[in-house]
């Protein structure tokens, strides 16, 4: 049953809702999927109704960017930022009281989505934004910038209708008629200083004031979560830029800087920068037995763990309640119906993290979690993968996939030389690795050659063309003979290593 409360705001408790997540996301647990279910730095909702799009065409191409950088007559000493933009990890996010018990990766029936879609249509002059708190575990969140109660009590009185939006073509059949207040569901309507449209407005000015000033492709978004512009800053900067930043902001018409927020790093806090030309010292050699060390470091799928897990598994029956229930939860919804319902592990926790494991005949699974204030909640899942265990890279080296290169001469005996086409995995714009290309690293055994290559990894936001492939030719102190060649961060598919 729904009951109305007066707490920090009158808000209509429901349980068992969550929006609609992808069903498989890579497992980097800083996946994209997941800022805009309540993370720090989300830039955009994850789904919305028809309306300004929160993107405009050519934010992210750099050849935009023409004016030279304009810096402020400013002290960098002094450091002081309190009459600048404020940084958006600094920005406290939008919160709801409302905890839904069901966790953060239920299924929204997209009836409701349509339902809330057609009533922001409807008051889009001050519809703030929606989203998925996923800190509450999974409560609806709509934002406008009136008094909530009012909204809120007419959109419980709301019946869905085969005239709402759209969300999913074809539209589903409404089976549920009754108002979406005696749903199943928790929501909640908070109040906010600026409209959706506002903030959409704002980011094309704003981006290009930013650019003006430190003269790189700066990109930005809408952040319904702190209900500012976001602005990501690609270069590490001095305080005097962002004072200078600020006062290009202040000038446009109808924007103030308070409504935008920044994400970067001051020069003093840029880590040292890999120079290119650095030498590449990744690859480890198993013992006699075959094993590394169970502290090695290595890398599934995008998933960070270290290889003794796989040695450690629990079972997931005996794990604790309020950890399982994200795995069951996840497992229970429209989307995990699907996937292996038994034999799941969990592979790793901490005070921050958790992961749990299914390995089939199919590929192997992940389903991740993570802590935040009211308990465990889904933090992405990925399935069906092979998953070949690698060495992890040190922090701002990305990784690349390399073949023997077909236009070279095959591998013999006697060679000295080996060419390989080497290619970068993660988005890069299309732009060739030349000198960003760490490597090769070459080590030499009785059974092997192992070769390794990385990247230093692009900054800002990039696109995702194909990247273009480079043929490195690869020199061995001596002929390869009878050697097998092989990726010197490769460990071995999970399977073979779960069954030592």
Not at 399 to 425: F, K, M, N, Y
Request: aromatic content about 6%; hydrophobic content about 40%.
């Amino acid at each position: 049953m729904s009951t109305l409360r007066v707490g920090t705001g009158l808000v209509l408790r429901m349980s068992q809702w969550c929006m609609r997540m992808r069903s498989v996301v890579t497992f980097a647990l800083a996946a994209a999927v997941l800022v805009a279910c309540g993370e720090p730095g989300s830039q955009s909702q994850s789904w919305e109704p028809a309306g300004p799009s929160s993107s405009l065409p050519g934010v992210n191409d750099p050849s935009t960017s023409t004016a030279p950088a304009v810096t402020a007559e400013a002290d960098d000493d002094a450091g002081s930022t309190a009459d600048v933009l404020e940084r958006c990890a600094d920005v406290a996010q939008i919160t709801t009281d409302v905890v839904n018990n069901n966790n953060a990766q239920s299924v929204t029936d997209p009836v409701f989505r349509g339902v809330v879609a057609t009533y922001a249509e409807e008051h889009a002059d001050t519809f703030g934004g929606m989203w998925t708190d996923r800190v509450a575990k999974g409560t609806f969140v709509l934002a406008f910038t009136d008094g909530p109660a009012a909204h809120l009590a007419a959109l419980a009185e709301r019946s869905p209708s085969p005239d709402d939006v759209h969300v999913e073509e074809p539209p589903p059949e409404i089976t549920d008629d009754r108002p979406i207040g005696e749903w199943d569901v928790a929501f909640d309507v908070v109040q906010v200083e600026h409209t959706e449209a506002e903030l959409v407005a704002a980011i094309g000015p704003v981006v290009a004031a930013v650019r003006t000033v430190i003269g790189a492709p700066a990109t930005g978004g809408e952040d319904p979560l702190r209900n500012r512009v976001s602005v990501d800053l690609p270069t590490p900067i001095r305080p005097s830029d962002l004072g200078a930043i600020t006062e290009a902001i202040e000038q446009l018409d109808g924007i103030y800087s308070e409504m935008v927020c920044w994400s970067g790093q001051f020069i003093d806090e840029a880590p040292d920068p890999i120079e290119s030309g650095t030498s590449l010292d990744v690859i480890r050699l198993p013992d006699d037995n075959g094993t590394y060390p169970a502290d090695t470091p290595v890398t599934c799928d995008g998933l960070q763990f270290a290889l003794g897990d796989l040695d450690s598994l629990t079972p997931a029956a005996d794990v604790e309640p309020g950890l399982k229930s994200v795995l069951d939860s996840w497992l229970a919804n429209d989307e995990g119906q699907f996937w292996p319902q038994e034999d799941w592990s969990l592979l790793h926790e901490n005070d921050d993290h958790a992961s749990f494991i299914h390995v089939g005949d199919d590929g192997v699974s992940f389903i991740g979690a993570e802590m935040a204030a009211n308990g465990w909640i889904w933090a992405g899942a990925s399935a069906g993968g092979r998953c070949d265990v690698e060495l992890r890279l040190p922090d701002g080296l990305g990784s690349v996939e390399w073949v023997l290169d077909p236009q070279s001469p095959a591998p013999a005996a006697t060679s000295t030389e080996i060419g390989v086409s080497v290619t970068e995995r993660d988005c890069a714009t299309g732009q060739a690795m030349g000198d960003r290309l760490i490597g090769p690293q070459v080590v030499e055994s009785d059974d092997a050659v192992r070769i390794a290559f990385a990247v230093i990894s692009q900054s800002g936001d990039q696109g995702c063309p194909d990247n273009p492939s480079e043929v490195v030719i690869v020199e061995l102190e001596t002929p390869l003979g009878e050697r097998e060649i092989r990726n010197g961060l490769t460990i071995g598919p999970i399977t073979s290593l779960l069954d030592n």
